[in-house]
Structure formats: C-alpha cells, structure tokens
C-alpha cells in the first residue's frame, strides 16, 4: 500500500509539472483532468470514498466549461505539445524546484503522517468521509451558494476581458 501511495503522489506532482510548463490550452485541460483522477486516487487511499467521487465529478464538469472556452478562444492550428524542448526545460525546471525543495523538508517529516483514515478499522464507529459528508449537508449550503455565485461573477468577468474590438463573447447572450 506504500508503494501504491508514493506511486500515486509521484504520479500528482509529475502532472502538476507537466499541467503548469505546458502553454497550449488543450494539453492542459487533458492534463488537468488526469491530475485530478490521480488526486481522487489519493483521497481513495486515504479512506475518503464519497469525497473523492464527488469531488472528481465536480471538477470534471468545471473542467468541460473551461476546456471549451479555451478551445474557443485559443484555436491554435499546431499547439505546442509536451514533447517540445521549451516545454520540457520548463517541466524540469519545475520538477527540480519540487524535488529541492521536498530534499528540504524530508527530514522534519513524520511517518505516522501516512496512515490511512481507515487503518484501524475496528476501533472506529463510522467511516471517516461519512462525517464531513454529514457537516458538509447540515451548515454548507451558504457556502454552496456563495461559491456558485462567485463562479458566475467570474464567468461574466472572463468573458469580458476577453472580447474583441467590436465583438463580444456576450452580445450573443
């Protein structure tokens, strides 16, 4: 389960470098996406099921929203792919101010940090993820709303910003 775990994190930061050094938007939204199907897998292993679920079917519809405006609005014929020299350097860069910095902090780590929510399973009444899903129904419906009109705020304000001269995103509206 080690394995499987330094695997998974592996996996999330080579992403993460590969999603921030690339500039073309398509690569991006794909790396973006896997990203997050590899960061529901370390909520998986750490016991948080329904979280991860949940939090993975949001992010993919935010992700649809945004891959597709980026396509609209970035319509390169020859994006620059992950295999360019630019690109590469940039994703090493990354991955060497990571890894730095990681060789930093790896001594004052705790290796008790590692262990799962449900590792010791018979000494506890529920799941772990079944109490935040309880917390998250009974005082996180403000919040709910405040995040979802934040996210049309910042839709109408993204459009705006990127119109044209004389044509706009949202004269079409």
Do not use: K, Q
């Amino acid at each position: 389960m080690m394995y499987m775990m330094y695997f998974l994190l592996f996996s999330l930061v080579l992403g993460l470098a590969a999603v921030a050094s690339n500039p073309s938007p398509y690569f991006a939204a794909l790396g973006l996406v896997v990203v997050a199907g590899i960061g529901c897998g370390v909520l998986i292993w750490h016991g948080g099921g329904f979280l991860s679920l949940i939090l993975f079917l949001i992010y993919l519809g935010g992700m649809l929203v945004v891959f597709a405006y980026s396509a609209a609005l970035a319509a390169e014929p020859y994006p620059e792919g992950w295999g360019s020299w630019p690109v590469l350097g940039l994703m090493l860069g990354y991955l060497l101010g990571v890894g730095g910095v990681g060789t930093l902090f790896s001594s004052s780590m705790y290796d008790g940090s590692w262990m799962v929510c449900d590792e010791f399973g018979e000494f506890y009444f529920v799941r772990g993820d079944t109490e935040g899903v309880a917390t998250l129904y009974s005082s996180g419906g403000f919040m709910l709303a405040t995040g979802a009109w934040v996210l049309l705020l910042t839709l109408f304000v993204i459009l705006e910003l990127t119109r044209g001269m004389s044509r706009g995103t949202l004269r079409a509206v």
